[in-house]
T-cell receptor, first 113, second 113 residues
């Protein structure tokens, strides 16, 4: 069984740029959630995708957007990067049969200069 | 809104000592409760979860947690810690069927050999 994978591992951007992060869900999982984990904090929910549609969103501005593809993989896009966007971005996947349990990937460390 | 409090930010123990990490949540309805662990350089892993039934839940690596509804608590315990338990521990909660997890700020556990 393949776990959740994310790419890239690390990324450095400058303020105002745009970034795309990628996630492949665990095999058999059809739902993907994205979280932001700032240094010293717990993960915070950004949004979730199910059946290629956004299925719930946390308290993040519209410049955070996403996609889910037919193979259940997902992208997180952040426009107009700000310094405070520097964080570890985590992807988690879950299945319909075990919908309340999320399994996390290793994360992408984004640094905004 | 749901929230999770983990009052111990950093716990330092010697090997073979007993461990108890506190977790309190605020939410009036039915909840699912989770403990995740993040070993150095690794991704968040599910340690154990509680959905319903026996309030004493056993997880991997000898960990257990007890759900006390009247206290809104879900404390994590281990009778004898090992150096390999050094990690960051996160308590999380969601409502059944909800799409997002609410995390605490985490407790860093350092076990001294």
């Amino acid at each position: 069984e393949t776990g959740v994978t994310q790419s890239p591992t690390h990324l450095i951007k400058t303020r105002g740029q745009q970034v795309t992060l990628r996630c492949s869900s665990q095999s058999g999982h059809n739902t993907v959630s994205w979280y932001q984990q700032a240094l010293g904090q717990g993960p915070q929910f950004i949004f979730q995708y199910y059946r290629e549609e956004e299925n719930g969103r946390g308290n993040f501005p519209p410049r955070f957007s996403g996609l889910q593809f037919p193979n259940y993989s997902s992208e997180l896009n952040v426009n107009a990067l700000e310094l405070d966007d520097s964080a570890l971005y985590l992807c988690a996947s879950s299945s319909t049969g075990e919908a309340d349990t999320q399994y996390f990937g290793p994360g992408t460390r984004l640094t905004v200069l | 809104a749901q929230s999770v409090s983990q009052h111990n930010h950093h716990v330092i123990l010697s090997e073979a000592a007993s461990l108890e990490l506190g977790c309190n949540y605020s939410y009036g309805g039915t909840v699912n409760l989770f403990w995740y662990v993040q070993y150095p350089g690794q991704h968040l892993q599910l340690l154990l979860k509680y959905f319903s039934g026996d309030p004493l839940v056993k997880g991997i690596k000898g960990f257990e947690a007890e759900f006390i509804k009247s206290k809104f608590s879900f404390n994590l315990r281990k009778p004898s810690v090992q150096w390999s338990d050094t990690a960051e521990y996160f308590c999380a909660v969601n409502a059944p069927g909800a799409n997002n997890l609410f995390f605490g700020t985490g407790t860093r556990l350092t076990v001294i050999p």
